[in-house]
């Protein structure tokens, strides 16, 4: 039996190893394939970004609590929003999205504050 497993796991490789090499020698990327890996790159970095500006958030959530801070601060959010929502438009994209994405992040935030304050 494990010879058998051990040769099926040989053809699969062999097969997938000719295989890949034809997909790759056939044609040069398109252009779609070069920007879907574009915007993959760049969906990556959106993520890590995020991520960094959360884990600021994490540090203001804890000063936040030592210094008995809400976590809600409306006017600020509202002051992030609009600066948001200014740079976005410059940029083409429509206040709605903006507003939609912004509001999203704001919620992971606030999630992020309290477990912080909860620590």
Same mark, same amino acid.
């Given at each position: 039996?494990?010879?058998?497993? @051990?040769? #099926? ?12 090499? *034809?997909?790759?020698?056939? +044609? ?8 879907? +890996?574009?915007i993959d790159s760049l969906d990556q970095k959106i ?12 540090? #203001?959530?804890? @000063?936040?609590? +030592?210094? /008995? ?20 438009? *410059? *940029?083409?994209? $429509? ?9 999203? #992040? ?5 999630? #992020?504050? $309290? /477990?912080?304050?909860? @620590?």
């Amino acid at each position: 039996m494990e010879k058998r497993c @051990y040769f #099926i796991l040989i053809m699969v490789v062999a097969l997938c190893g000719s295989a890949g090499a *034809q997909a790759t020698t056939a +044609k040069p990327p398109t252009v779609l394939a070069t920007n879907r +890996k574009m915007i993959d790159s760049l969906d990556q970095k959106i993520v890590e970004t995020i991520a960094l500006r959360e884990k600021l958030v994490k540090e #203001i959530g804890e @000063y936040k609590a +030592k210094h /008995k801070i809400p976590a809600l601060q409306t006017s600020r959010f509202q002051e992030v929003v609009n600066h948001a929502v200014k740079a976005g438009m *410059q *940029q083409g994209l $429509s206040e709605e999205f903006v507003t939609e994405l912004m509001n999203a #992040i704001h919620r992971e935030s606030l999630r #992020i504050e $309290s /477990k912080a304050a909860n @620590y």
